[in-house]
């Protein structure tokens, strides 16, 4: 059964906000750092506050440019994203907790919810809170009433943002999961259609077919020859239930191998010949031969052709059948026609459906299933019915 792919859809949107965050840092303290460079004192407070401008910035422009890289060891060392904090203080201290370092501080709780869950956004959150609080009240040391709302605004913007860093993280978590979820049962649900179709294209059929020739072995005049067809169609039905199982396990252990498409085709038609006693024949069609086809691929069209073979014999009483596969104006065509009474008026796939015969149906959703298109109706031809599939050559590799 194919499954979903390996990627983990949550990681990778958390790391897409993060990186989106630290781009909104590196802008901010773009902005800031002039600011803080001015308001620093001559001497070694100057040194200080270059150091931490180059420090955040590069920071930040590594997280955003390289995540990749340096995420993961953010992710494992929150003591960096400490540092970060404490390095960012020295500019705050400098430039003012009103400027647009202000922003940067908000946001390094945001990173600690996403990144490190509860704990890690409330000790960032406080810690940060505690920085502002203490750079507040440096720069204005009589708070009175009128100032705690502006000291405590910054201080509750933290608490607010590592909140909402770690729903927005559970959120992303919860939509990860949901999505594989999803993906495993769209897999399952693929995997039971295409068994389906396996079944009824193959064994189902076959057991039908010896299922009614036991039942005219107690009224043939000839038993021997009517022991005969059984014997052959149990024979086939046990070579169809090898072939069922050892596709599974091929497509679970083994690499796709190319399979030469017309010497299969041509096999199937005298097979079909023999047993059906109808005159088939193969021949190429078209200026280009058939290009050797992956396994998978040619899997699918070998059984369409060959459901479109059975379901002529069974049903539609014709004189010869005609199948033909060549390439034309980039695409690989394959045709089967019969001179038969064709198709009942007013034939649709949901009626089909409806009524419980899946052949047509299947070999739609397997033509599907490879990128190719199905046609079916009479054709060029006067009367009888053709099945044409259509698959464009750049689409046979994948």
């Not at 009128?146 to 939509?175: K, M």
Request: aromatic residues 6%; charged residues 20%; glycine residues 10%.
């Amino acid at each position: 059964m194919p499954l979903p792919s390996s990627v983990n859809v949550e990681v990778n949107a958390l790391q897409a906000v993060c990186r989106q965050v630290f781009g909104f840092r590196l802008a901010m303290i773009a902005l800031a750092s002039p600011v803080a460079l001015l308001g620093a004192a001559d001497g070694l407070a100057t040194w200080l506050v270059g150091a931490a401008v180059l420090v955040t910035f590069m920071g930040s422009y590594a997280m955003f440019r390289d995540w990749e890289r340096f995420g993961p060891l953010l992710l494992r060392h929150p003591a960096l994203l400490a540092a970060d904090t404490l390095f960012g203080s020295l500019l705050l201290v400098t430039a003012g907790p009103q400027s647009t370092l202000g922003y940067v501080s908000v946001c390094t709780p945001l990173l600690a919810g996403l990144a490190y869950s509860w704990r890690g956004a409330a000790f960032f959150a406080c810690l940060q809170s505690l920085i502002l609080l203490a750079i507040h009240a440096a720069i204005h040391p009589a708070i009175h009433a009128a100032g705690v709302g502006e000291a405590t605004l910054l201080p509750g913007l933290c608490v607010i943002t590592g909140a909402f860093g770690v729903t927005l993280r559970n959120l992303l978590l919860r939509f990860g999961a949901a999505t594989r979820a999803l993906a495993v049962a769209q897999a399952v649900a693929e995997e039971r259609a295409r068994l389906a179709r396996d079944m009824h294209d193959s064994v189902a059929k076959t057991l039908h077919g010896l299922a009614l020739a036991a039942d005219a072995l107690a009224v043939s005049p000839d038993p021997r020859r009517q022991a005969r067809v059984v014997a052959r169609s149990a024979r086939r039905a046990a070579a169809e239930s090898r072939e069922l199982l050892g596709d599974l396990r091929r497509q679970s252990y083994a690499a796709p191998t190319e399979v030469d498409l017309a010497s299969e085709l041509t096999d199937r038609v005298r097979d079909f010949a023999r047993r059906s006693g109808i005159e088939a024949r193969y021949r190429g069609a078209g200026p280009g031969s058939v290009p050797p086809v992956p396994y998978a691929v040619a899997r699918q069209l070998l059984t369409i052709a060959s459901e479109a073979m059975e379901n002529a014999g069974r049903h539609a009483r014709p004189s010869r059948v005609e199948v033909s596969a060549g390439v034309d104006a980039g695409l690989l065509r394959i045709s089967v026609y019969d001179d038969g009474r064709g198709l009942p008026p007013g034939t649709t796939l949901d009626g089909l459906r409806r009524t419980g015969h899946f052949g047509l149906v299947g070999m739609v959703e397997r033509a599907a299933g490879v990128g190719a298109r199905l046609r079916i109706g009479r054709g060029g031809a006067a009367k009888g019915t053709e099945v044409r599939l259509e698959l464009p050559v750049e689409g046979v590799g994948r």
